[in-house]
């Protein structure tokens, strides 16, 4: 029964924002996915593309961000919400990276989350755009809203949340519950406001007010 809602609700999202279910984040390769993650926490898909458009031209791999001048990093994330933080977090990553992952990203989520500046969601991000693996679903605060008046969970943690969606909604559509969950939360379900109204699920919410 569940499993029937969730894919109702899913099935509804495609069609409404089939272009939002890919990662806007812009790279081509998993080096450059995990640092544009990484700088995405606080910050907008576009702030963080227009940043590393030049960053990924200087700097090429983690050797090159574990041996940067924390100075002249910040400098490079200027722009950034959190830059400083973020340059030393990406530093000290790619140093990990280098010495116990041969300089490859890693690819489970235990092994990513030991990284500084990488948490469940960063990590979920990496691995399900990066690599195809889906071990799990990335709790935006999108999400925590929709998931909540969707009522596929009762909770406002993000690790509890991914819980309860992973447990009732199938898993081929793990990759873009993120994406579309943000999607119609910018839309219409907003955290301090509904807009059911224009919603694509006002139909089958059971938080809905439209037309009552």
Same mark, same amino acid.
């Given at each position: 029964?569940?499993?029937?809602?969730?894919?109702?609700?899913?099935?509804?999202?495609?069609?409404?924002?089939?272009?939002?279910?890919?990662?806007?984040?812009?790279?081509?390769?998993?080096?450059?996915?995990?640092?544009?993650? =990484?700088?995405? *926490?606080?910050?907008?898909? @576009?702030?963080? /593309?227009? !940043?590393?458009?030049?960053? &990924?031209?200087?700097?090429? $791999?983690?050797?090159?961000?574990?041996?940067?001048?924390?100075?002249?990093?910040?400098?490079?994330?200027?722009?950034?919400?959190?830059?400083?933080?973020?340059?030393?977090?990406?530093?000290?990553?790619?140093?990990?990276?280098?010495?116990?992952?041969?300089?490859?990203?890693?690819?489970?989520?235990?092994?990513? =989350?030991?990284? *500084?500046?990488?948490?469940? @969601?960063?990590? /979920?991000? !990496?691995?399900?755009?990066? &690599?195809?693996?889906?071990? $799990?679903?990335?709790?935006?605060?999108?999400?925590?809203?929709?998931?909540?008046?969707?009522?596929?969970?009762?909770?406002?943690?993000?690790?509890?949340?991914?819980?309860?969606?992973?447990?009732?909604?199938?898993?081929?559509?793990?990759?873009?519950?993120?994406?579309?969950?943000?999607?119609?939360?910018?839309?219409?379900?907003?955290?301090?406001?509904?807009?059911?109204?224009?919603?694509?699920?006002?139909?089958?919410?059971?938080?809905?007010?439209? $037309?009552?």
């Amino acid at each position: 029964m569940q499993n029937g809602f969730s894919s109702q609700v899913m099935d509804l999202l495609y069609r409404k924002y089939g272009d939002y279910r890919e990662n806007l984040l812009q790279f081509s390769n998993p080096t450059e996915l995990l640092i544009a993650t =990484m700088l995405s *926490p606080q910050c907008t898909d @576009k702030q963080v /593309n227009k !940043v590393t458009n030049e960053l &990924f031209k200087k700097y090429r $791999g983690f050797r090159d961000y574990a041996h940067a001048d924390i100075k002249k990093l910040s400098r490079d994330l200027d722009g950034i919400n959190f830059y400083k933080t973020k340059a030393k977090h990406i530093i000290e990553a790619s140093g990990i990276i280098e010495k116990q992952f041969h300089g490859r990203v890693p690819r489970t989520i235990g092994e990513l =989350m030991i990284l *500084p500046g990488v948490g469940r @969601k960063v990590a /979920n991000v !990496v691995l399900t755009n990066g &690599f195809g693996i889906n071990e $799990g679903i990335a709790i935006d605060t999108h999400c925590v809203t929709v998931a909540n008046r969707l009522r596929l969970t009762r909770s406002r943690k993000p690790l509890q949340i991914e819980r309860d969606l992973m447990r009732k909604i199938p898993r081929r559509y793990w990759p873009h519950v993120s994406n579309l969950f943000i999607a119609v939360g910018r839309d219409a379900c907003k955290a301090n406001r509904k807009e059911c109204y224009h919603c694509v699920l006002r139909r089958i919410c059971p938080s809905s007010n439209a $037309g009552k």
